[in-house]
């Protein structure tokens, strides 16, 4: 049930190693909310949706839940599904795996974002993910700290499998495409040979973004022979304040939005990417792309203390200065490039399915894993949706 063009980059990798599994066969779901977003994502690994639910215009919360629940009910007629995963902490993630439940049809957590927020739809958010949880007999998480949150709100430790993130595998793969990015500027500037940096900055508070712009100017100006992209956000107040310190600098190249995959190939092709995004603070790092972090701090604590990630503030003197240093050959930018991921290794989609694949078979041959594994026997008759079939399995993010 993919919702969201996020929920398409997490799940791409599992659906495309299921199809390749020997005995696991994908159900792929969307809640057609968002198909300009999520249909793209799909289809560049061939990937077609098995069913649209159809949820157009923007439901009620209570709406939501009561159209998938329904639909739900006529896939499993359809398909008879033993298991359904679910991704994030969502409405609609959570609508499915209490539809899934009522069904007896075993629910898997693959765990989302646990960023801090403050947004109003945080505590729904977590109010989801503890339902979820509830529901799960098999928790997908990515690092060991997720682990241990998720065993913290209730997750059984031997039903938690480590297998690293989902987006580092789709990163790395898009990037292997090596797309061309579409806007004439851009690609002239990724074909130079001259140092790039690419800056994303998702923050909607315009005093940081003219800070974050600020430096990059100072950085643009002292290094004139580095090139710098940055696709610009909507927010028309980020956009102006950007316009007004780079604008009118020759080796800077302001764009819209890029698309997935053209900018994955950008960021491999990237001396140093500035940004204060948490999910490319952890997936950039496999591209071996420095990363330095645009803000006063980060939840990717992992990130520092492995030394993939460095966070340099919004201070503009300090950001450029920080910059200049990981785009000199020091040895800080040697230690950042020699720096094992702690987020996952790209191979998290395989991971999963032989996990699943496991699970189906009878076999005790717990798969390779990026961290801690599960337990067979607790998954199988613990419980929360025991698996008690063979998997005929159905995708669902959010």
Same mark, same amino acid.
């Given at each position: 049930?993919?919702?969201?063009?996020?929920?398409?980059?997490?799940?791409?990798?599992?659906?495309?190693?299921?199809?390749?599994?020997?005995?696991?066969?994908?159900?792929?779901?969307?809640?057609?909310?968002?198909?300009?977003?999520?249909?793209?994502?799909?289809?560049?690994?061939?990937?077609?949706?098995?069913?649209?639910?159809?949820?157009?215009?923007? *439901?009620?919360?209570? $709406?939501?839940?009561?159209?998938?629940?329904?639909?739900?009910?006529?896939?499993?007629?359809?398909?008879?599904?033993?298991?359904?995963?679910?991704?994030? @902490?969502?409405?609609?993630?959570?609508?499915?795996?209490?539809?899934?439940?009522?069904?007896?049809?075993?629910?898997?957590?693959?765990?989302?974002?646990?960023?801090?927020?403050?947004? *109003?739809?945080?505590?729904?958010?977590?109010?989801?993910?503890?339902?979820?949880?509830?529901?799960?007999?098999?928790?997908?998480?990515?690092?060991?700290?997720?682990?241990?949150?998720?065993?913290?709100?209730?997750?059984?430790?031997?039903?938690? /499998?480590?297998?690293?993130?989902?987006?580092?595998?789709?990163?790395?793969?898009?990037?292997?495409?090596?797309? &061309?990015?579409?806007?004439?500027?851009?690609?002239?500037?990724?074909?130079?040979? $001259?140092?790039?940096?690419?800056?994303?900055?998702?923050?909607?508070?315009?005093?940081?973004?003219?800070?974050?712009?600020?430096?990059?100017?100072?950085?643009?100006?002292?290094? *004139?022979?580095?090139?710098?992209?940055?696709?610009?956000?909507?927010?028309?107040?980020?956009?102006?304040?950007?316009?007004?310190?780079?604008?009118? &600098?020759?080796?800077?190249?302001?764009?819209?939005?890029?698309? /997935?995959?053209?900018?994955?190939?950008?960021?491999?092709?990237? @001396?140093?990417?500035?940004?204060?995004?948490?999910?490319? !603070?952890?997936?950039?790092?496999?591209?071996?792309?420095?990363?330095?972090?645009?803000?006063?701090?980060?939840?990717?604590?992992?990130?520092?203390?492995?030394?993939?990630?460095?966070?340099?503030?919004?201070?503009?003197?300090?950001?450029?200065?920080?910059?200049? &240093?990981?785009?000199?050959?020091?040895?800080?930018? !040697?230690?950042?490039?020699?720096?094992?991921?702690? /987020?996952?290794?790209?191979?998290?989609?395989?991971?999963?399915?032989?996990?699943?694949?496991?699970?189906?078979?009878?076999?005790?041959?717990?798969?390779?894993?990026?961290?801690?594994?599960?337990?067979?026997?607790?998954?199988?008759?613990?419980?929360?949706?025991?698996?008690?079939?063979?998997?005929?399995?159905?995708?669902?993010?959010?």
């Amino acid at each position: 049930m993919i919702d969201t063009r996020s929920d398409a980059i997490a799940s791409v990798p599992i659906i495309r190693a299921l199809h390749r599994h020997r005995l696991l066969h994908p159900v792929v779901t969307s809640t057609g909310q968002h198909r300009e977003a999520v249909e793209p994502i799909l289809a560049l690994g061939g990937i077609t949706v098995d069913h649209d639910l159809a949820c157009v215009g923007e *439901p009620s919360p209570n $709406d939501l839940v009561a159209a998938i629940a329904s639909q739900f009910e006529r896939i499993e007629c359809s398909h008879h599904p033993s298991a359904l995963l679910v991704h994030a @902490d969502t409405t609609a993630a959570m609508a499915a795996a209490i539809s899934a439940f009522h069904l007896g049809v075993a629910v898997v957590h693959l765990d989302g974002d646990r960023s801090p927020s403050s947004a *109003p739809s945080a505590v729904l958010d977590a109010t989801n993910r503890r339902i979820i949880s509830e529901l799960a007999c098999l928790h997908l998480v990515t690092t060991s700290a997720s682990a241990r949150s998720a065993v913290s709100e209730g997750a059984p430790f031997d039903q938690v /499998y480590v297998c690293g993130s989902t987006n580092i595998d789709t990163l790395r793969w898009a990037a292997a495409l090596q797309r &061309r990015p579409s806007d004439p500027a851009v690609a002239a500037t990724a074909a130079s040979a $001259d140092p790039l940096v690419v800056v994303v900055a998702h923050v909607d508070d315009d005093g940081t973004v003219d800070r974050i712009a600020s430096g990059i100017a100072t950085l643009a100006e002292l290094r *004139p022979d580095t090139r710098f992209v940055v696709p610009m956000q909507p927010n028309a107040a980020g956009r102006r304040t950007i316009v007004a310190h780079l604008g009118d &600098r020759p080796n800077v190249v302001l764009s819209e939005l890029l698309p /997935y995959a053209e900018v994955a190939g950008l960021l491999a092709r990237a @001396d140093l990417l500035v940004t204060d995004s948490g999910p490319l !603070q952890e997936a950039a790092p496999a591209l071996h792309t420095p990363v330095l972090v645009a803000a006063d701090g980060t939840d990717r604590t992992e990130g520092v203390e492995a030394g993939t990630i460095a966070v340099a503030g919004t201070d503009p003197d300090q950001l450029a200065d920080r910059c200049e &240093r990981l785009l000199d050959d020091t040895p800080e930018r !040697q230690t950042m490039l020699a720096s094992a991921n702690p /987020y996952g290794d790209g191979e998290a989609g395989t991971r999963i399915a032989a996990a699943l694949g496991c699970l189906t078979d009878g076999s005790h041959d717990i798969p390779e894993r990026f961290g801690p594994g599960f337990d067979r026997t607790s998954v199988m008759g613990g419980g929360r949706g025991a698996i008690t079939n063979g998997l005929r399995f159905a995708t669902a993010a959010r």
